[in-house]
């Protein structure tokens, strides 16, 4: 099996080295995953389009050539991009203060948009800055996802009710309350049945029919598009349109031509920071799902790479008139289910998808908004993540609430202020956790080398020497905290005359804690008392080396605390103690 | 010696200690100091309230009640709180956006501001969040005095030539000059060359002069009043306001009467940012003061104490019509040099000062404008801290560069701004350090119970065990790193079967870091491999306890590497190695 060449990781290391190593081999699993994935997303495109404010016919701009943007540069072989929820909801939320939905600089913006964020991902990528993203810890991602999740169902309950905005009070509500707004609401009941049972049941029972797993699991993805060819024609068929059930409606005919629109300078200065934020999110989404597939597949990914592919799906979503795109979980495991070996097959769902939109695009129109409506809220509703948030509050209460947190933030404040608060809080929470030293008075473990806490062990320990652990790096936010430590363990040791600093969890100290460190010496020395190191770090090691503390002040450095405590405990009996 | 009483720290811990235990020996050194820092701070005072745009009484009147108001709660037996160039500085700079500077609103805003910040200040205290003082990392407060010098001198430059205000051009300066301005201009060259000779070399002559080294100094401190005094009589004698020479003017009689103006709210909001920062800045400056004359005179302060002192010193201010004040560098050391035991010498010399006010306020509106001006710009000099820069360069590129860009920011963006900006650079100094760890591969050192990095030292390792030592916490913000590493170091050693992970550097793991592990250690089962742990701390270790990795992932758990070494080297020769 291992010599398949199936299995083998086609990717590489070079640029499109996929391409150029191509194996016969792969073709019909991209064949497969390209027809696929294209039936699966384009519901799902106009859905998100949908989401973002736009004309549904953006979603499918947005989802030809950017796959083969992506493709260009891509370092993981299964990833599919396009629109998705998070980009769609992005995209309202930070053009809606910029300009009316609906009008065609709200649609400009949005390609400028896509634009900007395609330029500043490539440019990242070619300054190798993905380390960037590392800044979003998981609580954050988390706590933005299940916030965002939810301000995308409450965008999407009109549609399901056919009413125009959600009414403020139930008078408001019987007074708007038409018959089409039942029959509306009967179809998203039914629309929304199906979809949950597709996504839950459908596959079990299929199997159950004799149908191959992996087929069964295929079909069920597929199921949307059951709801959007019923709908189509339940709506055509019953000239539905007429009687108020609110539909997709004229799309322009054909293809997106390749379009530019040059920015003026005022516009893109308001989009700089939307496109920021729209960036890091697009990189961090795309990054950990590739990173987790490239890991199913035991292949492995590079993230300057997918900054670059990235970029470049963008830039070509903006130019042929799409908005944002990143990569999308569902379409992705669904290309890797499908069998996809390399992008090719984003490059062959992206052919189909026009070729599709070339001969039924006049179909579009008479698809009814509810039907897209249920197909977001079921797609966005397992991102409301009630599972992180228990393990992060069971492992860490200052990361469970940084989690819930940064959701409320992103519904209270809204996507960047929910963000942005989330992120500080994790700094905060960092700084928080570094604030508050361990410190330990340690002695030896009986005949052995080992030293250990005198308050969680049986240790011994020399009567005028001081041996003190100190457990954190020592920076500006905990030199008071490490100082107070130091003088309560002096005053609880009171006949020391060798005070010992062990630094093996130390690994820098940053200015603000020389300072004191050398303060603290100086104290000690007053009182006749000498300070020693052990066990110092390498690299911390080389930069204290040039500093007055150590040339000047401590007393010895010992390799380990072994040694210290041997050396200590000799120069103590052959010099006896003068205090007293 | 020891048994001296005047040596003993007279503090003690409880509230008043110092008086309700107070010693007849004690008292001529209080009143000494009393008498010489009284005489020392009158034009301190004034020249800090004229630098605060404020009337020069106001200066007066916050070096009275208020120093009563901090001996109450005082931990510090030698502080000496006041006016200062800082609290001035901002004082105006904080105040100016909000009222045209000279009108009733705005004397009115630095008294609120001073209430305000006292209440601050004590809540604080009565909440023991003296923690918080932490944040200002020394190279941001360094970088913060310097920027704030370099402001206070710019401020005071006018004042030195008898201008309005600065000219943009020479053109404009030499239409602007008039004979006055050039006896304003020698009046100040003179002032400042007696300052600078009193700073630098009178105590020097002095004892040449046959005078003890202690009293010389002194009398250099007291140098200002000189100046004062011949300014005074300068322009009362040769009638130099008649001829435009500026002076102070006319001051209201006498001694300040105890006042309350209600605040309304929509003042006290606009007024809250500033207030918090001079509040952090007073706080800052005055701890770390204390903390030094503490240290010299082998007693001890407590700082939430000082918040409670620091706070009621500014209600009094606010209460006596007073600007913000905090503690002062050289009013404490002549404080402590003229023999202060206890805040009792504060408290004689408020009530001098209110003596000389009442009896000797009718003098001071003859004072000349740039006489203070030339004793605030000797005063602040040395607050542009270039050693400091330099040593932070030298000991790392990322603080003196905060350093160097807090200054800057001060300058560019004002006080807030610079605050701001310098905090924000040492968090972000602080992650970007903790986002690059050290990850090094170890060996056991020949014959004995260490194991160092294979790449500086001379060390046998295992074949089939490969033992990485992570020099860093692991959190959100080096993951990918750290991942990044252990996958290169499994890559340099293809046959390793049992990778030891020694966390004796690693303090906290956040839930990022968490997951990281966890796929990590997946992966490395899925190839076979088994992960375990060494010396792993008591309190990470109670906190993974609970997790899936260590109870379902993680192999064994090793007390030491020593242990962990030898018990994975008998396993690999029990199972032998089942690759290739």
């Given at each position: 099996m291992l010599e398949n060449p199936r299995l083998r990781p086609p990717g590489g290391t070079g640029w499109l080295a996929w391409l150029r190593n191509y194996r016969a081999a792969w073709l019909s699993g991209d064949v497969t995953a390209g027809?696929?994935?294209?039936?699966?997303?384009?519901?799902?495109?106009?859905?998100?389009?949908?989401?973002?404010?736009?004309?549904?016919?953006?979603?499918?701009?947005?989802?030809?050539?950017?796959?083969?943007?992506?493709?260009?540069?891509?370092?993981?072989?299964?990833?599919?991009?396009?629109?998705?929820?998070?980009?769609g909801l992005m995209t309202a939320s930070l053009i809606a203060p910029l300009a009316p939905a609906g009008t065609e600089l709200y649609l400009q913006l949005a390609i400028w948009l896509a634009l900007l964020s395609g330029a500043m991902l490539f440019i990242l990528g070619?300054?190798?800055?993905?380390?960037?993203?590392?800044?979003?810890?998981?609580?954050?991602?988390?706590?933005?996802?299940?916030?965002?999740?939810?301000?995308?169902?409450?965008?999407?309950?009109?549609?399901?009710?056919?009413?125009?905005?959600?009414?403020?009070?139930?008078?408001?509500?019987?007074?708007q309350w038409r018959p089409v707004n039942s029959l509306v609401t009967a179809m998203g009941l039914?629309?929304?049945?199906?979809?949950?049972?597709?996504?839950?049941?459908?596959?079990?029972?299929?199997?159950?029919?004799?149908?191959?797993?992996?087929?069964?699991?295929?079909?069920?993805r597929l199921a949307p598009i059951l709801v959007v060819v019923l709908g189509i024609a339940a709506t055509a068929g019953f000239d539905l349109a007429e009687r108020g059930v609110p539909v997709v409606g004229d799309l322009?005919?054909?293809?997106?031509?390749?379009?530019?629109?040059?920015?003026?300078?005022?516009?893109?200065?308001?989009?700089?920071?939307?496109?920021?934020?729209?960036?890091?999110?697009?990189?961090?989404?795309?990054?950990?799902?590739?990173?987790?597939?490239?890991?199913?597949?035991?292949?492995?990914?590079?993230?300057?790479?997918?900054?670059?592919?990235?970029g470049a799906a963008n830039a070509c979503a903006g130019m042929s008139g799409g908005f944002a795109v990143c990569g999308g979980l569902s379409r992705s495991v669904v290309n890797m289910e499908a069998g996809a070996n390399t992008p090719l097959?984003?490059?062959?769902?992206?052919?189909i998808i026009a070729l599709i939109v070339a001969t039924l695009a006049p179909l579009f129109p008479h698809l009814p908004l509810v039907v897209l409506a249920t197909i977001i809220l079921v797609a966005v509703t397992p991102l409301i993540d009630l599972v992180s948030l228990r393990r992060a509050w069971e492992y860490d209460r200052a990361e469970g609430l940084t989690l819930l947190l940064t959701a409320l933030g992103v519904l209270v404040f809204g996507i960047e202020g929910g963000i942005i608060l989330g992120v500080c809080l994790s700094i905060a929470s960092q700084l928080w956790r570094g604030s508050r030293p361990h410190v330990a008075v340690v002695g030896r473990v009986p005949d052995t080398q080992y030293f250990r806490n005198v308050n969680r062990h049986l240790v011994e320990i020399e009567p005028h020497l001081?041996?003190?652990?100190?457990?954190?790096?020592?920076?500006?936010?905990?030199t008071k905290a490490v100082e107070r430590a130091l003088l309560d363990a002096f005053n609880d040791y009171p006949d020391t005359r060798h005070v010992l600093l062990i630094l093996s969890a130390v690994n820098h100290i940053d200015s603000t804690g020389l300072d004191m460190l050398s303060e603290l010496t100086e104290g000690f020395a007053e009182r006749g008392v000498r300070l020693h190191l052990a066990?110092?770090?390498?690299?911390?090691?080389?930069?204290?080396?040039?500093?007055?503390?150590?040339?000047?002040?401590?007393?010895?450095?010992?390799?380990?605390?072994h040694i210290a405590f041997n050396t200590l405990a000799n120069l103590k009996s052959e010099e006896p103690a003068k205090t007293e």
């Open positions: 027809l696929v994935v294209s039936v699966m997303i384009i519901p799902q495109s106009m859905a998100y389009a949908m989401l973002a404010g736009l004309p549904v016919e953006i979603g499918l701009y947005a989802s030809m050539l950017p796959l083969v943007g992506y493709a260009l540069f891509a370092s993981s072989m299964t990833l599919s991009v396009g629109p998705v929820a998070v980009t070619l300054l190798r800055m993905g380390f960037l993203a590392n800044f979003l810890s998981h609580p954050v991602i988390s706590g933005f996802l299940s916030g965002a999740a939810l301000l995308i169902i409450f965008s999407q309950l009109p549609h399901v009710f056919g009413l125009a905005a959600l009414p403020h009070t139930p008078a408001q509500l019987a007074d039914i629309s929304l049945g199906w979809l949950m049972y597709a996504r839950t049941r459908l596959a079990g029972h299929l199997v159950r029919f004799g149908l191959h797993v992996g087929v069964a699991r295929l079909a069920a322009p005919a054909g293809l997106p031509s390749l379009q530019w629109v040059t920015p003026d300078w005022s516009h893109l200065r308001v989009l700089l920071i939307p496109a920021a934020l729209i960036s890091l999110v697009s990189f961090v989404e795309s990054v950990s799902l590739a990173q987790s597939l490239a890991r199913r597949k035991r292949e492995s990914i590079d993230p300057d790479r997918e900054l670059l592919a990235l097959a984003s490059i062959i769902a992206a052919v001081l041996a003190i652990r100190i457990d954190e790096n020592i920076f500006f936010a905990n066990e110092v770090k390498g690299p911390l090691m080389d930069q204290l080396t040039e500093t007055d503390w150590i040339s000047q002040q401590v007393g010895e450095v010992f390799p380990s605390t």
